[in-house]
């Protein structure tokens, strides 16, 4: 039983599309994130979710947009797709006041 | 700007060996470090953690020593075994938000 899913595994598409990646999960937890994990493997908080409200907003360019239509789930939607986009993307989840305890296996966003 | 630095950025051990990670943070707000593994092709996945007020915590082969003086957490991985190879993330965090070292890849030689 996968805890956290992400659906695509691998996501490769042409410079300036729009695309989404959605996240499920079913630990009952109240809090999701996503996070960027770059080239060198760095990982970097994006945003988090709890009970549907936005909680965490990085610094990240406003054509990356988070939906959480309920607390088991968080989509990403990306607006005019950049190079620099390309990384792996991952959902996870938590209890609140805890940090991430589950992550999804990613999404590989690669942009010709 | 990194809030958690981590050394180093690869080691190689092997087997039976003692695999040894160091992370430093300057935030003193950072009241839970854990420690993520990594597979290729996977997530990460908590592997131990730890609170300021304890300066050690053993779980099986892991074990965290913490130094709240020096700001200075590890990770020692005793009798390190091929599956032991990945790459190993330390994090700190304030409250929920987590900020995760740069990592270490770990490889057991058989």
């Known amino acids: 039983d996968t805890a956290v899913s992400q659906t695509p595994k691998y996501l490769v598409t042409q410079m300036g599309n729009d695309k989404s990646i959605k996240c499920e999960q079913n630990?009952?937890?109240?809090?999701m994130y996503w996070y960027k994990q770059d080239s060198k493997k760095f990982l970097k908080i994006m945003f988090s979710y709890n009970n549907k409200e936005l909680i965490i907003n990085e610094t990240v360019p406003n054509r990356f947009s988070p939906k959480s239509p309920d607390k088991a789930h968080l989509n990403l939607h990306i607006n005019s797709l950049e190079l620099g986009d390309s990384a792996v993307y991952f959902c996870?989840?938590?209890?609140?006041?805890?940090?991430?305890?589950?992550f999804g296996d990613g999404t590989r966003l690669s942009i010709l | 700007q990194q809030q958690v630095k981590q050394s180093p950025q690869s080691l190689i051990v092997q087997k039976g060996g003692i695999s040894i990670i160091n992370c430093a943070y300057e935030n003193t707000a950072f009241d839970y470090f854990p420690w993520y593994q990594q597979f290729p092709g996977k997530g990460p996945a908590l592997l131990i953690a730890i609170r300021p007020d304890v300066s050690e915590k053993k779980e099986g082969r892991f074990t965290i020593s913490f130094n709240k003086s020096a700001k200075q957490f590890s990770l020692h991985i005793m009798d390190s075994q091929p599956g032991d190879s990945a790459t190993y993330f330390c994090a700190a965090s304030d409250d929920y938000k987590l900020s995760f070292g740069a990592g270490t890849t770990v490889t057991v030689r058989a």
């Open positions: 996870a989840s938590s209890l609140r006041g805890s940090p991430p305890q589950h």
């Open positions: 630990l009952g937890h109240d809090t």
